[in-house]
């Protein structure tokens, strides 16, 4: 990943704007950010609106003021989901890409495996969200009485049935989320 202070210039334009960035990262989003403000304040870069009929709420559009060129940002719900890209306003439209509401999600969508400190934050929301809505339960941990160990939530998916757990560790990327194995499961429940 390509980190950057702010005393590094950014000479590039819109179309180079993620270059050596990947948004799932917190930090490299932070620095997309940066380098899309400073393209707006320099006068490059001028929001309009949405070019589409329907536009989401978490979308904005940008045009390049020398070439005329369009291009859209899709806002994360959290930090994993950042969208830029240049768009060609007269071609066909693309087909509607997957829902981003966390309502129409379950939770077998959404990645496995290491996460940052930020990200498990931003996936404990998520939890709370669709707790609140009905469409997970929390599944008491069996290591909840641990002393010394992580913080560890478990939640089972009522659409899937499949059970999932979150350890937050203590470090930056030390959290972890990912599906409870069967045989978890059956020690749980002796």
Same mark, same amino acid.
């Given at each position: 990943m390509h980190k950057m202070n702010d005393r590094t210039p950014f000479a590039g334009g =819109?179309?180079?704007?993620?270059? /050596?960035?990947?948004?799932?990262?917190?930090?490299?989003?932070?620095?997309?950010?940066?380098?899309?403000?400073? !393209?707006?304040?320099? /006068?490059?870069?001028?929001?309009? =609106?949405?070019?589409?009929?329907? =536009?989401?709420?978490? *979308? *904005?559009?940008?045009? *390049? *003021?020398?070439? /005329?060129?369009i291009f859209f940002y899709r806002i994360p719900e959290d930090r994993p989901t950042a969208e830029w890209k240049k768009v060609e306003p007269f071609a066909p439209p693309e087909p509607e890409s997957p829902s981003r509401n966390?309502?129409? !999600?379950?939770?077998?969508?959404? =990645?496995?495996?290491?996460?940052?400190?930020?990200?498990?934050?931003?996936?404990?929301?998520?939890?709370?969200?669709?707790? /609140?809505?009905?469409k997970i339960e929390v599944v008491p941990c069996p290591n909840a009485a641990a002393v010394g160990d992580p913080s560890e939530t478990w939640v089972k998916d009522l659409k899937s049935g499949t059970v999932f757990r979150l350890i937050e560790g203590n470090g930056e990327d030390d959290s972890l989320w990912e599906p409870v194995r069967q045989s978890e499961l059956y020690k749980k429940m002796q």
């Open positions: =819109p179309d180079s704007l993620v270059d /050596g960035l990947d948004l799932r990262s917190y930090q490299d989003w932070l620095v997309f950010v940066e380098r899309l403000k400073k !393209l707006i304040a320099t /006068g490059r870069l001028r929001k309009i =609106p949405a070019l589409k009929v329907k =536009p989401q709420i978490d *979308e *904005e559009w940008y045009v *390049e *003021e020398k070439t /005329g060129n966390v309502l129409d !999600l379950d939770l077998t969508s959404l =990645p496995f495996g290491r996460m940052s400190r930020s990200e498990a934050l931003s996936l404990l929301t998520r939890l709370f969200i669709m707790r /609140g809505f009905g």
